[in-house]
C-alpha cells in the first residue's frame, strides 16, 4: 500500500469529526450506508472490539450525495 493511500484511512473518531457526524452514526450505518472496504475497512476484524479506518474523500462524497 502506497504511503498517501494509507494516509487517506482515518480513525473513526477522526472521520466522525471531519464529516460532522457522531462515531455512533459511522458505526450504525456502516453496513447499510457505506461499504465495507471501500469506504471502511477494520484493521482487527477478530478483535473482541474491532477498530475501524475510514476514507474521508469517499465517505464525504457519499454524504454529499445523501444530501441532495
Known amino acids: 500500500m502506497k504511503?498517501?493511500?494509507n494516509q487517506s484511512w482515518i480513525?473513526?473518531?477522526a472521520a466522525a469529526e471531519l464529516l460532522g457526524v457522531g462515531r455512533t452514526?459511522?458505526?450504525?450505518?456502516r453496513f447499510d450506508l457505506f461499504?465495507?472496504?471501500?469506504?471502511?475497512r477494520s484493521i482487527n476484524p477478530h478483535a473482541v472490539r474491532p477498530s475501524?479506518?475510514?476514507h474521508l474523500k469517499r465517505c464525504e462524497?457519499?454524504?454529499?450525495?445523501?444530501d441532495e
Not at 452514526?25 to 450505518?29: A, E, G
Not at 462524497?61 to 445523501?66: C, H, K
Open 52 to 54: 475501524y479506518r475510514w
Open 25 to 29: 452514526f459511522l458505526l450504525n450505518h
Open 35 to 40: 461499504k465495507k472496504n471501500y469506504h471502511w
Open 3 to 5: 504511503k498517501a493511500e
Open 61 to 66: 462524497q457519499l454524504m454529499e450525495v445523501a
Open 11 to 13: 480513525s473513526t473518531t
